[in-house]
């Protein structure tokens, strides 16, 4: 009986353990929230919905994953979700990288320069003879203004 319960309790300490191991560092440091605008030139896809060109705003409540962003602008509020993170210097200008295929952008990332955080998006898997038939994919950066504490 007494053997049973060292090893129900160094089970559960090792399981403890494993889940403190596998914490993401970088999203436990950034739990403050983060805004910020930026403008589109052109028409972008991000995460599946169509955003037209134009003004938006957007707030970052907190960086945990899967972290969530509220985007208004033209259209309304939408709201992003992220599964991708990556931690990086914070010297840079904010901004959001598309990538442009033909007539088709999608955003790929997003770049808080004040937490130093990149947050990665999927874009669609395009076939070879599709990326030959519509020339070559191109990236472009826009700049976005961001404050977080």
Known sequence: M????IR???MASLALLAASACANPAAAQISA???????LPQEVRWQGRVL?????????????LPALIELRGPSGVDVLMTAGL??????????LTIERRGDFGY????????????F???VPKVSREELLAKGPVSTER???SSVGN
């Open 8 to 10: 129900i309790l160094v």
């Open 120 to 122: 990665n998006y999927s």
């Open 33 to 39: 929230p983060c805004k910020g605008t930026f403008t």
């Open 86 to 95: 990556s931690n990086d210097n914070k010297t840079e200008q904010s901004f």
């Open 2 to 5: 007494k053997t049973n319960r």
């Open 52 to 64: 037209p060109a134009g003004d938006y705003s957007f707030v970052l409540q907190s960086a945990s």
């Open 142 to 144: 826009v700049l976005v």
């Open 107 to 118: 955003v790929r990332e997003l770049y808080l320069a004040p937490l130093g955080v990149h």
